[in-house]
């Protein structure tokens, strides 16, 4: 009997999470499939299946301790084990064009804890069956914006601190054969894609060298080669899917 591997991915009801959800469905994964939105994970959930895979969803915000044990604990109750943690939660609070002076002690927190907090308290609820097992694989969502936006410093400011997280935890787990690495998108057309101030079609064409937006399917596969055997002597690192932007990185 061939043992599938497993795989948990947060936000998994939204465009970016859904579309590495399917990708690693394909790729051989089972699921647990999370979002805090109700509705959002049935068509997903679906289309894993149509792939061959076992799935089952829970509906929760990875951001509290609660939310976030619930999640893995599904996986571990149901296969036993997590082979692949992929950290999408995250977002904006307020508009894309915020001034410092105008970012609210809400807007400050809530930020923060979508964009940390649940990747932290993901990690820490998944890593003891890593460890024990000498294998595992997690892949944070950052944003190129971690090295600074004039746009929004709140946001800038989480993903730098998630991209410091996942460079800190990589250090202490190496030694376990855990694999944990930051993937730092552009902009993506996604649900922020609506947002006043993202760049319209006509603007991408010198938006970027390549002068395309990045599409889920992106991420996605740039999660399946961070999760693949290909990847296997790569951690702490940031993998920037950005069409070109900010080279530095």
Not at 192 to 213: I, V
Request: include cysteine; proline fraction near 5%.
């Amino acid at each position: 009997m061939c043992v599938r591997p497993t795989a948990v991915v947060t936000a998994s009801g939204g465009m970016m999470g859904a579309a590495i959800a399917v990708a690693l469905a394909g790729a051989g994964y089972d699921l647990v499939l999370n979002d805090r939105r109700d509705g959002t994970l049935p068509p997903v959930e679906e289309r894993v299946r149509e792939l061959g895979a076992d799935a089952t969803s829970v509906l929760t915000d990875v951001s509290t301790r609660e939310g976030a044990h619930a999640v893995v604990g599904a996986a571990l109750e149901r296969w036993g084990t997590v082979d692949v943690l992929v950290n999408v939660a995250g977002g904006l609070k307020g508009p894309l064009h915020n001034p410092i002076l105008e970012i609210t002690d809400e807007q400050w927190a809530r930020t923060f804890a979508v964009n940390v907090d649940s990747a932290f308290r993901c990690m820490q609820a998944a890593l003891p069956t890593m460890i024990e097992r000498r294998r595992g694989k997690i892949v944070n969502i950052a944003s190129t914006n971690w090295a600074g936006s004039a746009m929004h410093a709140h946001y800038a400011a989480s993903k730098a601190a998630l991209v410091s997280l996942t460079r800190s935890v990589a250090n202490q787990v190496g030694v376990h054969d855990v694999n944990v690495n930051v993937i730092a998108p552009g902009g993506t057309q996604t649900s922020a894609a609506d947002l006043p101030g993202f760049p319209t079609a006509e603007q991408w064409k010198t938006a970027n060298p390549l002068g395309r937006p990045n599409l889920p399917d992106d991420i996605a596969e740039a999660v399946l080669f961070l999760v693949s055997d290909a990847a296997r002597n790569i951690t702490g690192q940031i993998l920037n899917v950005a069409g070109g932007l900010n080279p530095s990185l």
